[in-house]
């Protein structure tokens, strides 16, 4: 998959045989506000930031556990390491440790939304592998945001709309996105980490940072091109586009596979 951000609203595409991905519609609304969270009607997601506290449990409050395989424990890293630990924003932030593979995470219920009204998520996540001092150990643990648009709350549904995997290891935070049109009045975030491999030592922790989990309805925008072509030109062009309540669109971003090299 390649991406081009562009001003203009017609670009000429100059590939073998490339597609424009019909998601292009939604593809805009990966462009989550990046202004304040707190802002009224922006950001849906309660406890966004943890800063509201903790269950006796280790989880967020206004969070759910899941843990699907392996044992795993949820605390916060004021708690579990000191005040300035790991986190993006505030004081602190969700933390999973585990000396086992597992496939874990939390999940939040939002409702109030809009049935047929596409919504964008993200959160910052920084994962571990055995311990910061070593080295990186890219493809151990995969990364994951997901929303389940009729509110499930499975992990295993076949209804979330998950991010594509980031599986890289150690800094910096990245920001995992996902976006899917709400089917219900209530949706669900999930936010996952699927650790591969257990620690090599009993001394050592497989740890997952999440903080700053966003939600918000999504700007959209018209697109059109051609299904295919095979010509070395092609032109798409966009318009009609519709900035999310409180937030204004800054840039299009346009995704197109080369259906040669599968790119």
Not at 37 to 46: E, Q
Not at 66 to 84: H, R, S
Not at 122 to 144: C, H, I, Q, V, Y
């Amino acid at each position: 998959m390649r991406s081009r951000s562009e001003e203009p609203r017609n670009v000429p595409l100059s590939l073998r045989a490339v597609q424009l991905l019909a998601a292009l519609l939604v593809v805009a609304s990966l462009l989550l506000l990046t202004r304040s969270a707190g802002s009224s009607g922006v950001n849906l997601t309660r406890n966004w930031g943890f800063e509201e506290g903790f269950r006796p449990n280790g989880v967020g409050l206004e969070w759910q556990p899941f843990v699907l395989t392996g044992n795993v424990t949820f605390a916060y890293t004021i708690e579990y390491f000191w005040p300035g630990a790991e986190h993006t924003e505030g004081d602190t932030s969700q933390l999973i440790i585990s000396k086992t593979a597992f496939a874990a995470g939390i999940y939040q219920r939002i409702g109030g939304v809009t049935p047929g009204v596409p919504y964008a998520a993200k959160a910052a996540m920084l994962t571990f592998f055995e311990s910061p001092a070593r080295p990186a150990n890219d493809g151990s643990m995969e990364k994951l945001v997901g929303i389940d648009p009729y509110g499930g709350t499975d992990p295993n549904s076949p209804h979330i709309v998950w991010s594509p995997v980031d599986d890289h290891d150690e800094a910096p935070w990245v920001d995992v996105r996902v976006a899917a049109v709400a089917r219900s009045s209530t949706i669900t975030l999930f936010v996952r980490v699927n650790c591969l491999e257990p620690a090599s030592d009993p001394s050592l922790d497989n740890q997952v940072f999440i903080d700053a989990v966003m939600l918000a309805q999504a700007p959209t925008v018209s697109a059109s091109s051609p299904p295919s072509s095979y010509s070395p030109t092609f032109l798409a062009s966009w318009d009609n586009g519709q900035s999310a309540p409180g937030g204004s669109i800054v840039k299009y971003d346009v995704q197109y596979k080369n259906d040669v090299d599968h790119t």
